[in-house]
């Protein structure tokens, strides 16, 4: 059994622990130089903005609604994730994060009620963190998925779907009416994997409700639309067809993480682990020609071995201007790991996880995509055929077949930061910038 | 607000209006590193820092808690894992804004209370939400040097 733990509105939600005065409001979060609404509050979801959509056609909202706008704070989401995800650990066996705010928890083995324990995971995080979860618990990747969705709408929404099925929703626990009620109360686009233009296809075959889709006929569907949708429709009768690190892409962040066979004490396997890592999200990032504003690294001891010291820590970088290149995203994240590490501890995962994502044109348009490093425009382009020189081989001969060799000093720090105008103080990560509590 | 989705936890008085005794002294409740790893100095946060994921820093900024060992300018530790009870002293939320004080739980009713008896109490009263951040575990001053 599997479950996927989701923060609501993550970001905005990071947001509203440290300032009361925003619950209750209609809240977005704003990133690419404060154009884009990044993260929306149920309160701004209601007003009809929509995600990714341009600040300027919802500025209006201001005035009109209240709609408060902030910056968005990577360095207090990186570590509000952390420790979400350092709690979330505790509940299961092994947990594979996704992305910045959702992780699958693998229950397998594990006796007992696992709603309860969804519900007991939940109430911890909140209490802990203040950080409000969903939690959807299947038998796959797709359906747990699709339970998280069904868990959040039906607490977002009262009267989209059962009240009980509220914040933790199991699949498994419902009878197979009660389950068939629900996937056909659904629309298909909630489905992991089915965007927008599949969406609209499946329509015009008059498949509208994952109920619909659930029914088809899998080699036709494959025939008429592709491999990855056959795969989903698997999934979704309960056959996991999607191992560890074959889900689909998250869309706000890219990560690659890895529990070690043995913990790690040493420094120097860290780093290279942490640098694979760099590479690998690198790779992902250019393959969808975007580049990345902040990058975070994580470590993790084991949660299980009480009798080790416990340190998980992560921290996050911001990137001026954003790169997409191997070589400085890798100096990042060992940098960033030199900071955290402590010698002594038994660290039992890592991973490096690429965030405030923005199309690659967007960046361009800033002047010096690679800073000082390579001031001329020659030298830039010799550096992004260098990195497509990489990706190829990488590709042909197996993953990191080329690597970079640790080159921290390629790293640089530019005091041309992004627009961010309203963006909050990093409460958990900047000592001159915590909460001022009045005595 | 919803107060099941809030950053803050709600404190209702006990249902049988239990008075909790007051502590007469202040025991700390040091974290336990573990022993045998055999390796390190004294580590602060082993010390100071019981849940990790809970635990938040503060600044305070004023007097009135002077006499309960917090000076203005001291950072606090914040522990949100411990629920709040009588004579902790806690970061409440009051409106909209954070505030050091003592929770005083007697009687079926509970009170905010600064150490400085010119600041007048803050009594919750009945039927309103008295919405605890967290608990204070520690104050660390810096002393002139």
């Known amino acids: 059994m599997l479950a996927l733990v989701d923060v609501n509105n993550m970001y905005v939600s990071c947001e509203r622990v440290f300032r009361p005065a925003l619950v209750g409001r209609p809240v977005v979060v704003l990133s690419h130089n404060d154009g884009v609404c990044v993260a929306r509050s149920n309160e701004a979801k209601d007003l009809g903005v929509e995600m990714a959509q341009p600040w300027f056609q919802v500025r209006h909202l201001q005035r009109q609604a209240g709609l408060v706008a902030l910056s968005a704070n990577f360095e207090l989401y990186g570590d509000m994730s952390n420790r979400m995800m350092t709690l979330a650990a505790g509940y299961a066996p092994r947990q594979e994060i996704y992305s910045i705010d959702e992780c699958f928890l693998d229950f397998a083995g594990v006796r007992g009620s696992l709603s309860r324990r969804g519900r007991e995971l939940r109430a911890q995080v909140l209490q802990w963190t203040g950080l409000p979860t969903s939690v959807g618990f299947a038998a796959t990747k797709t359906l747990a998925k699709l339970a998280n969705h069904v868990a959040k709408m039906a607490d977002r929404k009262p009267g989209s779907y059962p009240r009980e099925l509220a914040q933790v929703c199991n699949f498994a626990e419902l009878s197979p009416a009660r389950l068939e009620a629900v996937m056909r109360a659904t629309d298909v686009g909630a489905v992991w994997g089915i965007g927008r233009k599949t969406r609209a296809r499946l329509l015009e075959g008059g498949l509208r409700s994952v109920f619909d889709v659930m029914r088809a006929d899998p080699v036709a569907l494959r025939r008429q639309f592709s491999v990855v949708l056959e795969r989903t429709l698997r999934e979704l009768r309960g056959e996991p067809c999607l191992g560890v690190d074959e889900a689909p892409d998250a869309n706000q962040s890219i990560m690659c993480s890895r529990s070690f066979g043995e913990p790690v004490l040493g420094l120097a396997s860290l780093v290279e682990s942490v640098n694979g890592f760099a590479a690998r999200v690198a790779e992902k990032l250019r393959s969808q020609r975007s580049v990345a504003g902040a990058l975070q690294v994580f470590l993790s001891t084991s949660p299980f071995r009480k009798q080790d010291r416990q340190h998980s820590p992560s921290a996050t970088l911001r990137l001026t201007p954003p790169t997409a290149d191997t070589r400085l995203l890798a100096a990042a994240a060992t940098r960033v790991l030199e900071s955290m590490f402590r010698p002594g501890h038994r660290y039992v995962k890592a991973g490096v996880v690429l965030v405030d994502l923005q199309p690659q044109a967007r960046a361009a348009e800033t002047p010096d995509l690679f800073g000082d490093v390579t001031p001329e425009p020659a030298a830039r382009r010799d550096r992004a055929r260098l990195m497509l020189a990489m990706d190829a081989l990488n590709q042909r001969f197996g993953q990191g077949a080329v690597d970079v060799a640790s080159a921290a000093r390629q790293l640089r720090h530019h005091a041309a930061a992004a627009k961010q105008d309203q963006r909050s103080p990093r409460y958990t990560t900047r000592l001159d910038e915590v909460i001022t509590a009045c005595a | ?145």
């Open chain 2, 1 to 145: 607000m919803s107060s099941h989705d809030g950053p803050a936890q709600i404190v209702r008085p006990l249902p049988d209006g239990g008075v909790r005794k007051p502590r007469s002294s202040v025991a700390f409740s040091f974290g336990s590193p573990a022993d045998d790893s055999g390796i390190g100095r004294i580590d602060l946060n082993d010390i100071l820092i019981r849940h990790a994921q809970a635990t938040f820093l503060m600044r305070v900024a004023g007097a009135s808690m002077r006499d309960a060992g917090i000076d203005d300018g001291d950072l606090v530790l914040v522990d949100r894992a411990i629920h709040p009870s009588h004579d902790h002293v806690v970061i409440a939320i009051v409106d909209d804004g954070f505030v050091c004080r003592r929770l005083v739980h007697e009687a079926q009713a509970m009170r905010l209370c600064a150490a400085d008896a010119a600041v007048p109490d803050l009594v919750i009263a009945e039927g309103t939400e008295l919405q605890v951040w967290g608990v204070v575990t520690h104050a660390i001053k810096s002393l002139p040097v």
